[in-house]
């Protein structure tokens, strides 16, 4: 079955510095999303890439889908103690034409040191 | 609105026994899921409904079912719980099943003894 890949698992960092999480699809995508989950909540939406190089930003986060559909990554710019929180992928495959299944990484939790 | 809810809160149930849990949503989404969180793990579905009526299997659905009789409301039940579906279980809804993001709801937190 489909497999999603996320590295690294865990990722300390000082304020200030930039964070990077990978994800690897075992299977090429339809598209695929990024949450962002606080300890002791629930996971929260941030952005979805559907476009083979796709390229998003929000603010100090950059999100980059691969040319295969295959891999995406999700980029940090000078953290603040806010952006605490484990950052899921879930890569997406399409049943049919409204319908689909998301594989979800085992997330990159990231601790931010003031 | 209150969009998506999850009941109970959480719970502490015996081996052997059965448990449904419940998740509603008022935001008229045609998909809902099921999945489960273990310790330092990612989300694993256990079952999902791209419309009302319809089901499916997710990757690790034994143990576990589940209906869809109406849009809203999407029903988790453990038939005979056993100690290794001690998790959290999140219930989440999107739009559609291809590509809209998806609402989770606060989570149910089960312990198996």
């Known amino acids: 079955g489909q497999q999603v890949m996320q590295i690294p698992q865990y990722q300390h960092v000082q304020e200030g510095e930039d964070f990077t999480t990978y994800c690897n699809s075992s299977?090429?995508?339809?598209?695929i999303q990024w949450y962002k989950q606080r300890p002791g909540g629930h996971p929260v939406f941030l952005i979805q890439l559907v476009k083979s190089g796709e390229v998003k930003k929000q603010k100090r986060l950059t999100f980059q889908f691969g040319e295969a559909k295959k891999n995406s990554s999700l980029h940090i710019t000078a953290t603040q103690t806010t952006d605490v929180g484990t950052y899921f992928c879930?890569?997406?495959?399409?049943?049919?034409?409204?319908?689909?299944?998301?594989?979800f990484g085992d997330g990159t939790t990231l601790t931010v040191k003031p | 609105t209150a969009g998506i809810t999850q009941a109970p809160t959480s719970q502490i149930l015996a081996a052997g026994r059965s448990m449904t849990l419940r998740c509603t949503q008022d935001m008229r989404h045609n998909a809902m899921y099921w999945y489960r969180q273990d310790l330092g793990l990612g989300l694993r579905l256990i079952h999902y409904s791209n419309t009302a009526g319809t089901t499916g299997k997710g990757e690790v659905p034994d143990g576990y079912s589940v209906s869809r009789a109406n849009t809203d409301d999407f029903p988790l039940t453990l038939a005979s719980a056993v100690p290794s579906q001690t998790s959290v279980y999140f219930c989440?809804?999107?739009?559609?099943?291809?590509?809209?993001?998806?609402?989770f709801g606060p989570g149910t937190r089960l312990t198996v003894l």
């Open positions: 989440a809804s999107s739009l559609d099943g291809a590509y809209n993001e998806q609402f």
């Open positions: 879930a890569g997406r495959v399409l049943l049919e034409a409204n319908a689909g299944k998301s594989t």
């Open positions: 299977t090429t995508l339809s598209n």
